[in-house]
């Protein structure tokens, strides 16, 4: 086995941690500081992989998350509209097959997710991008990143069925 692969698989480890501890936060802040802190490790991980979307789409995605978070509730649908648009751009170079695409993909539909502010839309979304991130990263060998994804994606669903009790959310 080589070294940079289980190195990449302890930075997994790292983000799995530091994703279990954001899942308890309560504050807006720490949440997009913990999210700061696991996409900053997972964009390292990726590197060791190789998988370079991922790692391009996770530091992109610090970026959204220090926007948003200035931005409070107000976030100008012309920031996401940029965001979107850097995604793409600098993504460009990256993708060279049907699985580059995943990354990007879970980026910009997160992102419209938060920019619509309900906490629904966001909480589906999540458990979406989770389905995709396991593709991902079981075809880059992120191992432990897979299970970091499934355990996100129960955490989504069941965020889903509280929020779907709540009757705010009766349909």
């Known amino acids: 086995m080589k070294l940079t692969f289980i190195i990449a ?5 790292l983000v799995f941690i530091f994703n279990i501890i ?6 807006t802040k720490k949440v997009y500081i913990y999210n700061g802190i696991c996409n900053s490790l997972s964009a390292v991980q990726y590197v060791l992989l190789g998988a370079l979307s991922g790692a391009l789409c996770c530091l992109i ?10 931005y409070k509730n107000k976030v100008p649908i012309y920031i996401l509209l940029i965001y ?9 170079n990256f993708v060279h ?10 980026v910009i539909i ?15 979304t999540g458990v979406f991008t989770c389905l995709l991130g396991i593709i991902y990263d079981f075809t880059n060998k992120a191992y ?8 996100d994606g129960i955490i989504g669903i069941r965020c889903i069925n509280i ?9």
């Open 61 to 70: 995605a610090i970026l959204r998350n220090i926007v948003f978070y200035k």
């Open 144 to 151: 432990v990143t897979v299970l970091n994804e499934i355990i």
């Open 163 to 171: 929020l779907r009790k709540n009757e705010k959310y009766k349909r």
């Open 110 to 124: 997160y992102a419209i997710a938060l920019f619509t502010k309900d906490i629904m839309n966001i909480k589906v």
């Open 9 to 13: 698989q302890v930075f997994g480890l």
């Open 22 to 27: 954001g899942h308890t936060k309560l504050t």
């Open 84 to 92: 979107i648009s850097l995604v793409i751009l600098l993504n460009f």
């Open 97 to 106: 097959n049907v699985l580059d695409i995943i990354p990007i993909i879970n």
